[in-house]
């Protein structure tokens, strides 16, 4: 399953089974994440939500909106310069 943004670009079922001490192997499906969210239904089916986290030290810029608005800003700039 690759994500392109936020859209799934192809679903896929697969079965994995729990080893002697329960943990499961996602293999490519955890290709770029660096954790996950587990919801548990009360019919025992278990949803992970992906997460992808960022380092400490680039924490600042997500925390201050008019600067990361300006990061976006020109990385749409440099992405449409770069396709010229």
């Known amino acids: 399953m690759k994500l392109t943004g936020e859209k799934m670009t192809k679903i896929e ?5 729990p080893d002697a001490k329960g943990r499961v ?10 954790s996950y969210r587990i919801r548990c239904a009360e019919n025992g089916e278990l949803t992970l939500i992906p997460y992808a ?20 800003q ?10 010229l």
């Open 25 to 34: 192997n996602l293999g490519d499906f955890a290709q770029g994440v660096s």
């Open 74 to 83: 020109q990385l749409k700039i440099e992405a449409t310069n770069a396709s």
């Open 53 to 72: 986290e960022i380092p400490f030290v680039d924490k600042w810029i997500f925390e201050n909106g008019e600067l990361l608005e300006k990061v976006k």
């Open 13 to 17: 079922n697969s079965i994995v089974r």
